[in-house]
């Protein structure tokens, strides 16, 4: 059941048949909301409820998660499977316009790569993965290793992975489903209430497992940690081997950025408590390198300089940090969240 405003809807596009959550009137101005990875689009379920008057909000299930056509996702090319399979459904409603676009996570890296292959009316960024990928980077993006070691599918639990699989509704473990999600996608403070907890935690379980989708697979390497991208699942497509959106500096025409950011996000940071560097630096990897050869990831600092290159460059980007807010500030700081993206939008419409 959705909340009210809401509608469930299934398109066949030429791609793949593909499930989404829909608000507000046809005629609408397009507004494509796109979830992280071990999410859906019905994270984006109450703010979709509140549409405001005039806009059509779209949340798409992408490849690979939720109630959409079980396919394979190509990592070689990175997150564009997504952003191409966006830019199917956006053909396949028949919205001929410029669509204003929303991404989360890995969803922000999906938005990039589309506005570098078309146009977009904007971007709002929420927590976006580093312009140069998940893991495995110095500061400048350039690689710490040729191949890439310490990126990709072997940078998955295998433990999470197994409970995802095996539909964990427990909180037995720090890997239970349920506690990464209270632990990582929100400040430790937030709790969603227990119905829509429940809801939530049914949709990461949805999530596909394996080689083609969570973790995907991985490559051994002579270089630490041991294991080097693979080519298919989401987290060989997050790997900056693949998945640079650097190059959104160079587009034209520029749309509008806005990127809001939690400063307690543990998940896309400097020194994220899910990268290699930084786990090699704890000690949980054994044998880290050190900082000189495999620094922790500076994540925010590597998307606050594109993005001043972008501005360099001739683009709008408008920023927003959310004090003390997690990985998705949409839910632990909904009304401040809605409040600064309606102000955007209605800024660039």
Known sequence: ???????????????LRLHYLESGPADGIPVVLVHGNLATGRFYEP?????????????PDMRGFGDTERVPIDATRGLRDWADDVHAMVQALGIERPVHLVGWSTGGAAIAAYAMDREAASLTLIDPVSPYGFA????????????????????GSPDFAG???AGDLSTNSPYSPRNVMNSSYWATSHREPPEREEVLVG?????????????????????WPGFAPGTRGILNALSGKYCDWSGIVDIDPKPPILWTQGTADIVIADGSAWETGTLGQLGVIPDW????????????????????????AGGRVVTEIFDGSGHFPVADAAEHWRSTFLTFLTSVC
């Open 136 to 155: 495995a980077t110095q500061p400048d993006g350039k690689p710490c290793f040729p191949d890439w070691a310490g990126s990709g599918g072997g940078t």
């Open 289 to 312: 390198p050190g900082a000189e050869v495999f620094p922790p990831q500076q994540m925010v600092g590597q998307i606050r300089a594109v993005l001043e290159r972008y501005e360099q």
């Open 163 to 165: 409970r995802l699989a």
């Open 47 to 59: 703010l979709m409820s509140a549409v405001p008057a005039g806009y059509r909000y779209l949340a």
């Open 203 to 223: 949709e990461i379980l949805k999530s596909v497992t394996g080689a083609d989708g969570y973790p995907g697979d991985s490559t051994p390497s002579d270089n």
């Open 1 to 15: 059941m959705t909340l009210p405003r809401v509608s469930e809807e299934t398109v066949q596009t030429d791609r």
